[in-house]
């Protein structure tokens, strides 16, 4: 890389990009969080530094997020600054936790319905926080915010280098301030940072009773953290067309969050938009691109402090707004595509969306949302299952012949035991599973039922056609699983 000075040129670009787009959303989820802007301008800082030596995603942008930000909120509003901070920590030492155990291998497991409920409520998530900054606020802000909406909108069509929401706030700024306007500034929530980060260690009684108060929402920091970051990472691979160690990028953000915490950040993860901005429009594929927008971004706040305290709030909201449209999956609520997508599926997104905008824990969502789509493959699966019975006589012997097709599990088989007629069968009954598969001990306790039941009709019961894995479960567990 530093030999090549085409290649360094692409990467610092991106870097400066990227930092300079980070400073607005920092500062509007530190808004959201509830938390001076500083504490997200320097958790974005530190946790683009450390992951882009830590992280097992080259060019991947990881700083403070919105989903974050939500998620701690009501630490900030209910205990104070210094608990969301051991938080923080508690969320990345689960992290790491999480991604030692393997976590990142039960990504396979998440549905792309659930995935794209996950986006679709993040980006309401996003909008209707930004509510509270357009109610009982000086008129002028609403023309304001429709003006830095129309920019951010309109403005790529002429230039697609510098990041539009830059030029929104940059424009707005300067009208507001040479306009003398009275509207609420970035100033207005709290002081910018005029350092570096320190070392910072929260002042909370190391007790029961604070990891009661902060683990519930530390564990819904570390789900939330990971699932953004691992689905941003396979994002960026397809991109990209490489792979990535998702293990190392778990226990990465786990380390970048406790590193972030220690200097009195809000904690953060993967950025789905700053990281399309660095790999898809400038370009960048490694991790100097990383580093380098963290460090442009503590330029940039430190440097121009003042001036980012004049930023009108309008101009933020203008960004989250954008953010928010832009985040929104719209593609999966047209028409066209409802039509031709399975019910299940709509119902599984609806389902995590729903759950997700009414707890405002994306974990919450997206677990429920798993659990409905299991529920609902489950039940497709068991539908398929079919009895197929016909009376066979050879040499004067009757014989009924059972086919059985389908997949045979515990959502299956639990009603295969009333499909056959004990009563009205032959002596001899056959069962054939050729077409069939033994998944777990219920489809055994089923078949040991059947069987149970014919012979006290006096009827011999033969089971035939098990391929290996069925027949080894089939004899392994096979008159142990009674009921006593």
Same mark, same amino acid.
């Given at each position: 890389?530093?030999?090549?000075? #085409? ?11 990227? =930092? ?10 530190? &808004? &959201?969080?509830?938390?001076?802007? $500083?504490? =997200? ?12 030596? @830590? ?77 509270? /900054? ?13 003006? =830095? ?23 707005? +700024? ?71 160690? #998702?293990?190392?990028?778990? @226990? ?9 915490? *220690? ?11 700053? !990281? ?14 990383? *580093?380098?927008?963290?460090?442009? @971004?503590?330029?940039?706040? %430190? ?23 832009? !985040?929104?999956?719209? /593609? ?6 409802? $039509?031709?997508?399975? #019910?299940?599926?709509? +119902? ?7 759950? !997700? ?19 609902? *493959?489950? $039940? ?12 066979? +006589? ?21 009603? @295969? ?25 219920? !489809? ?8 149970? #039941? ?6 011999? %019961?033969?089971? %035939? ?8 479960? /089939? ?8 009921? /006593?």
């Amino acid at each position: 890389m530093l030999r090549s000075p #085409k290649l360094l040129r692409t990467e610092a670009l991106a870097g400066l990009v990227v =930092g300079l787009a980070l400073i607005p959303e920092a500062i509007a989820f530190s &808004i &959201i969080a509830g938390v001076d802007p $500083r504490v =997200g301008l320097f958790a974005s800082f530190t946790m683009a530094v450390a992951i882009s030596f @830590l992280g097992g995603r080259p060019a991947m942008i990881s700083a403070a997020t919105g989903a974050i930000a939500l998620v701690i909120a009501p630490v900030v509003r209910e205990y104070g600054y210094d608990y969301l901070i051991a938080t923080v920590l508690l969320g990345g030492l689960i992290q790491i936790a999480l991604g030692a155990a393997g976590v990142a291998r039960l990504m396979r497991y998440i549905p792309r319905s659930v995935m794209v409920g996950f986006v679709n409520a993040l980006a309401i998530l996003i909008f209707s926080s930004q509510i509270t /900054h357009l109610v009982d606020v000086p008129w002028l802000v609403y023309p304001l915010t429709a003006a =830095g909406v129309a920019m951010i909108v309109l403005f790529p069509r002429v230039n697609t280098v510098i990041p539009a929401p830059l030029v929104a706030i940059a424009v707005l +700024t300067v009208l507001v301030v040479a306009g003398g306007l009275s509207v609420p500034t970035v100033g207005d929530e709290g002081a910018l940072p005029d350092s570096l980060p320190s070392w910072f260690i929260p002042d909370v009684p190391f007790t029961m009773e604070t990891l009661r108060i902060i683990a519930p929402y530390a564990l819904g920091m570390a789900l939330v953290g990971l699932l953004e970051s691992l689905l941003t990472a396979q994002l960026v691979d397809d991109i990209t067309d490489t792979r990535s160690d #998702k293990t190392r990028e778990s @226990l990465g953000q786990g380390a970048a969050n406790v590193i972030t915490g *220690f200097f009195g950040g809000m904690g953060g993860c993967a950025m789905i938009g700053q !990281t399309m901005i660095n790999v898809k429009i400038s370009g960048a594929r490694t991790r100097v691109s990383t *580093f380098l927008a963290g460090v442009f @971004l503590l330029i940039l706040v %430190v440097g121009l402090g003042d001036v980012v305290a004049m930023i009108p709030m309008a101009a933020l909201v203008a960004v989250m707004i954008m953010v928010s449209v832009g !985040t929104f999956d719209w /593609h999966s609520i047209q028409p066209s595509t409802l $039509r031709r997508m399975p #019910k299940s599926e709509t +119902t599984v997104m609806l389902t995590t969306v729903a759950f !997700t905008v009414a707890t405002h824990n994306l974990a919450i969502g997206v677990v429920v949302g798993v659990l409905v789509a299991m529920t609902l *493959f489950a $039940r497709r699966v068991a539908s398929l299952t079919q009895l197929h019975r016909e009376v066979i +006589t050879v040499d004067g012997v009757a014989t009924a012949h059972y086919r059985v097709t389908g997949e045979l599990f515990f959502a299956s088989s639990n009603d @295969l035991y009333a499909q056959f007629d004990y009563a009205a069968d032959p002596e001899q009954v056959v069962i054939d599973l050729t077409e069939s598969h033994i998944w777990d001990a219920s !489809t055994v306790a089923a078949l040991d039922a059947v069987t149970t #039941k014919y012979e006290r009709h006096g009827t011999e %019961v033969r089971i %035939v056609g098990l391929n290996q894995p069925s027949a080894d479960r /089939h004899e392994r567990l096979t008159g142990t699983l009674a009921s /006593h």
